[in-house]
């Protein structure tokens, strides 16, 4: 029996990495869309100056086609130059790949694209499933445009959207925490009472698979079950670090350094992420807690 063929965009992040080592171990033959010269039979160059529209036979026989392109949000200050260069790596490979899903119509594959919880904006903590309406501000309007994309494939293509929460890793959202923790310079940001979806990089990965697997279509938040504070995070990480958690950080002083919209999305928002259609799909999460994400970050 031939290898069954996923199409990954956006492979070489922290989750396209770990996405492609869980697919390789369980036998599927991996194809990579990569922005550079290709490097064998399962590499395509695409999106280079000169290329032309993704060809549609690249898709042909794939399981599904996974995006995940798209500038890191953990870069600052949001520059306008910046601001539209997070929209354009993201727009520009998603509406590719939804061309090229359309133009093969019944035989295209399941189209599984990124997106965030940022699509919620900064809203009371009640929680936000699926069914919830997008929320204010820059992210959320780039999430809304962003998912818009991916449906752009057309009325009949299979799609799912992945609403993915920061992810708990030493490179994902807690790079930047873990020197200023053994720094020990870590506290409450902003009061640190915000609610912070979050979710494990197995658990983001598991989710993935989950619906490959299953070949689910719609939104899904990609958050972990039970939710938690910025100072739940912030104290799990300086207990297994083993460092104080007590030098507060003023939120004016965060919205001064990183600017106001970077601040509102990641450090000052206030949202709660229910992962209700994951959960009703039948997926268990391996890490519902913050504090069982952060052990399992800093074992790694």
Not at 198 to 219: K, P
Not at 277 to 296: I, K, M
Request: hydrophobic share 45%; with cysteine; glycine share 10%.
């Amino acid at each position: 029996m031939p290898e069954e063929k996923i199409v990954v965009a956006g492979g070489s992040g922290l989750i396209g990495r770990a996405l492609q080592r869980s697919l390789r171990a369980d036998g599927y033959r991996v194809v990579l869309l990569v922005r550079r010269e290709a490097r064998g039979p399962d590499e395509v160059a695409w999106l280079r100056e000169g290329d032309g529209p993704l060809d549609p036979t690249v898709l042909e026989g794939a399981r599904a086609v996974v995006g995940l392109n798209g500038a890191s949000i953990g870069k600052f200050p949001w520059t306008k130059a910046y601001r539209k260069l997070l929209r354009d790596s993201r727009l520009t490979p998603t509406t590719a790949i939804a061309d090229a899903v359309r133009a093969l119509g019944a035989n295209a594959p399941l189209f599984v694209s990124a997106s965030a919880v940022g699509y919620y904006g900064t809203q009371p903590p009640a929680p936000a499933d699926e069914a919830s309406a997008p929320g204010d501000g820059f992210l959320a309007e780039l999430c809304v445009d962003w998912e818009a994309a991916a449906l752009s494939a057309g009325p009949d293509a299979r799609v799912a959207l992945l609403r993915t929460a920061p992810v708990v890793h030493r490179d994902g959202v807690l790079k930047p925490l873990i020197l200023l923790t053994k720094l020990g310079i870590s506290g409450p940001i902003a009061g640190g009472h915000q609610k912070w979806p979050f979710i494990s990089l197995a658990d983001e990965v598991g989710a993935i698979r989950h619906i490959i697997d299953q070949q689910l279509t719609g939104a899904f938040n990609l958050a972990a079950p039970v939710p938690a504070s910025a100072n739940g995070l912030g104290r799990s990480l300086a207990a297994g670090l083993r460092r104080p958690y007590l030098v507060p950080v003023p939120g004016f002083a965060v919205k001064l350094v990183l600017g106001k919209d970077a601040a509102e999305a990641l450090l000052t928002c206030d949202a709660v992420a229910i992962p209700k259609a994951l959960t009703d799909s039948g997926y268990e999460f391996e890490h519902p807690t913050v504090r069982e994400a952060v052990a399992a970050a800093l074992r790694e």
